[in-house]
């Protein structure tokens, strides 16, 4: 018995021992999770690929662990061996089939510091890829263009896979809802090279059958149907399913939806296919608020509330609300010096934007209905009263409503005709109004600032032909829109002209991951003249002059600062004892954008992978432009700036972060100097003053691509 309990202590013993180390092991907190060596695939994915995961930043970084904060992951010893065959299997199906991964571990009493340091190899490369089946397709050079994995590339099994799934999905969108695609592949071992084969089964070219819908409570199913932007006879696509979905979200009266193939009742030899809708229908009422922060705005507030199927028929009626400005503005100030900087006005010098010393605001409600006429229709009418800025260009203050219908034609172009009616008035520089218009006396100014009506008819054509509508890389996209103010539709004789802008842009990969892109943009405005004490001039409300300048066009320029300008001072601080002007007081003079009636912007930008993150790229781009007078040309000529710089893209759930740094050589141009008299009126001091700018580089921050 004493030999039996002896022999038993010592099994538990052998138990009980790895069992302690392992649990040491697994006390261990990872300080570091490092990769070295790898180039074909990044860290972030061997991250997301294993299973031992890092410490949280704060847990991680030697200068404020110590605070005990973050996330701690432990060790363990099994997972971190299994890891290594992981990510020799993920090399391996990569086309690295002699990679080589080896470790280093480093221990403390209570950290472990992992490295795996790999050794890539030579790659196997496509020899050659064949695609067969589409000799019945039409356009089969559509379905095959920029697959993800091509001849001359490594053997990437998922990417092979990918392109499978890329070349049914887009038979499946040309009306092929069977089409299927079968992948084979050999290896020559010695020679490092891979022959693929990709056998394409289209099945057969069906239309939409019939349609089905579920789940419907209050509405009606054939309001259901009427968001559809496909119905029965249609070619099938699934991208056609898709679009019916989003559009069936869009209208904001569900909160699940699912658009597919009946397979209940689909028949795989007919060329008819049943569509099935399940919808789960949303609250509706809601109520929403929102806390944000803009460089234009400062703090900004919103708050709404919106009645779905209003009155019925999915009418949705919305009441919302907005304030910005909220820190600089009175009677909410206080964020001048830090938070608001950039919108601070001081009295005492002109320096800042003067139009940020009332709080923007708008007050809206609308009534939108969907699928008026057709499916492809949106009709919505609204009233509102609001107060908007533009910097240190204008203040627009108005009410009124508008009326407007917006359609989506099959071929996904966008179609906008909008009728606005407001009464307001325009609050803009009394330089603003002398520099442009020769209305220097207190009454032109004061003519030209009364409450007025303009009423605009715009037209607006979208069509977009691109591979994504965030952050595209091939096809291009043109925009034009027409805009008509006269007194025939409501406007005042002072608020009428004629504004055409168009734009272009175009995508195109030069390599793999490299990005060219290049967009044109003009505009003309027409108005007629109208007399004042002043002379005869052609008025345009400052609102609706054209402005350049700004992350999105001209990136050597903050906004509005591209264009014709005038310079402002102080008749009293600028002339000496002598009744000349001091040239050291006339370089402090204010530089006010006054804005003009041609615009001619154009850009180029190619953006590059960093070879640093997958989510980083770095983009090179020049910009060209100008903002001019018409006539009279004299007042502001054609003047042609480029400037070039360099940027980087971050990729965010919500599109590129952006931050832009472009190289301005030019000083600001050749202006009117205004000087402000005692009375209020404004008396030219120069009629071609000119003011050096005091640092040529431009830095921008945005969220989007610049186009």
């Keep these: ?175 092929y809802p069977q089409a299927e695609v079968f992948l084979s592949f050999r290896v020559e071992h010695l020679a490092r090279t891979a022959t693929v084969g990709l056998d394409v089964y289209p099945g057969l070219m069906s239309t939409v059958g019939s349609i089905r819908v579920e789940g419907t409570d209050r509405l009606q199913p054939s309001l259901v149907r009427s968001l559809l932007t496909t119905s029965p006879g249609d070619d099938y696509s699934r991208e056609n399913l898709f679009r019916s979905q989003r559009n069936l979200y869009r209208s904001d009266l569900f909160r699940y939806v699912a658009v597919g193939i009946d397979t209940l009742d689909y028949d795989f030899d007919s060329d008819t296919v049943p569509i099935s809708v399940r919808v789960i229908e949303g609250r509706f009422h809601r109520v929403r608020a929102g806390v944000g922060y803009g460089t234009d705005d400062c703090i900004r507030l919103g708050a709404g509330w919106t009645a779905r199927n209003f009155l019925g028929n999915g009418r949705i009626f919305d009441l919302s609300g907005r304030l910005s400005k909220i820190g600089v503005a009175p009677p909410f100030t206080g964020l001048s010096d830090n938070l608001c900087q950039q919108l601070a006005f001081d009295p005492a010098t002109g320096e800042g934007d003067p139009f940020s010393q009332e709080l923007n605001y708008n007050l809206t409600a609308s009534l939108r209905q969907p699928a008026f006429l057709s499916p492809k229709n949106t009709m ?23 009326l407007s219908l917006a359609r989506i034609t099959a071929s996904l172009i966008g179609l906008d005709l909008i009728y606005r009616w407001e009464n307001g008035f325009t609050e803009a520089s009394d330089v603003n109004f002398c520099a442009y218009f020769n209305a220097c006396t207190r009454e032109d100014i004061d003519e030209l600032r009364q409450r007025q009506n303009l009423a605009t008819i715009s037209l607006r054509g979208t069509v977009p032909r691109v591979n994504h509508p965030i952050n595209p890389t091939r096809g291009w996209v043109a925009k034009l829109e027409g805009t008509l103010s006269s007194s025939i539709i409501g406007s005042s004789p002072l608020q009428e002209f004629v504004r055409f802008i168009g734009d272009f842009s175009w995508y195109r990969p030069v390599r793999r991951g490299h990005i060219l892109s290049w967009r044109l943009r003009g505009g003309v405005l027409f108005a007629p003249r109208i007399t004042l004490e002043s002379g005869a001039n052609a008025f345009v409300p400052p609102a609706q002059r054209f402005y350049a300048g700004g992350p999105n066009d001209v990136r050597g320029y903050r906004r509005n600062e591209l264009g014709p300008v005038v310079y402002v001072v102080d008749s009293a601080s600028v002339v000496d004892s002598n009744g000349m002007l001091d040239p050291a007081a006339l370089q402090n003079a204010r530089v ?32 060209a432009g100008s903002v001019w007078v018409r006539d009279p040309a004299a007042l502001a000529p054609f003047r042609l700036r480029v400037t070039p710089g360099v940027g980087l893209r971050l990729n965010t759930p919500l599109g590129p972060a952006r931050l832009d740094v472009a190289y301005n050589p030019y000083d600001f141009p050749p202006g009117r100097l205004l000087g402000s008299t005692p009375s209020g009126d404004l008396v030219e001091l120069s009629d071609d003053f000119q003011r050096a700018r005091n640092r040529n580089f431009t830095i921008h921050v945005s969220v989007g691509q610049p186009f």
Excluded at 6 to 17: E, F, M, S
Excluded at 33 to 44: M, P, Q, R, T, V
Excluded at 592 to 620: D, H, S
């Design 1 to 175: 018995m004493r030999g039996l309990g002896a022999l038993g202590l010592a099994l538990a013993a052998q138990v009980v021992a790895p069992a302690t180390a392992a649990g040491q092991f697994e006390e261990l907190v990872v300080r570091q999770l490092k990769f070295s060596g790898n180039h074909a695939i990044d860290s972030e994915t061997m991250r997301s690929f294993i299973a031992t995961t890092n410490s949280s930043f704060f847990a991680t970084s030697p200068m404020i662990r110590w605070m005990g904060l973050g996330a701690k992951r432990t060790f363990n010893q099994r997972n971190f061996e299994t890891d290594v065959e992981r990510l020799k299997l993920l090399y391996r199906k990569s086309g690295y089939l002699e990679v080589e991964i080896d470790t280093v571990v480093r221990r403390t009493d209570k950290n472990i510091y992992l490295t795996f340091i790999i050794t890539e190899g030579p790659p196997v490369v496509v020899e050659e890829m064949a695609i067969l089946g589409l000799d019945s397709i039409p356009h089969p050079d559509r379905v095959t263009r920029d697959l993800p994995l091509r001849a001359g590339d490594p053997f990437n099994r998922f990417l092979m896979q990918a392109t499978g799934d890329t070349l049914a999905r887009r038979l499946q969108d040309r009306g």
């Design 592 to 623: 006010e954008a006054v804005g003009g009636n041609m615009l001619a912007v154009g850009n180029v930008e190619l953006r590059i992978p960093t070879g640093i993150w997958p989510r980083l790229r770095l983009a090179l781009f020049i910009d």
């Design 380 to 402: 919505a009418i609204s009233v509102f009263a609001e107060r908007r800025s533009s910097p240190n260009v204008f203040l627009r203050e108005d009410f009124g409503t508008s």
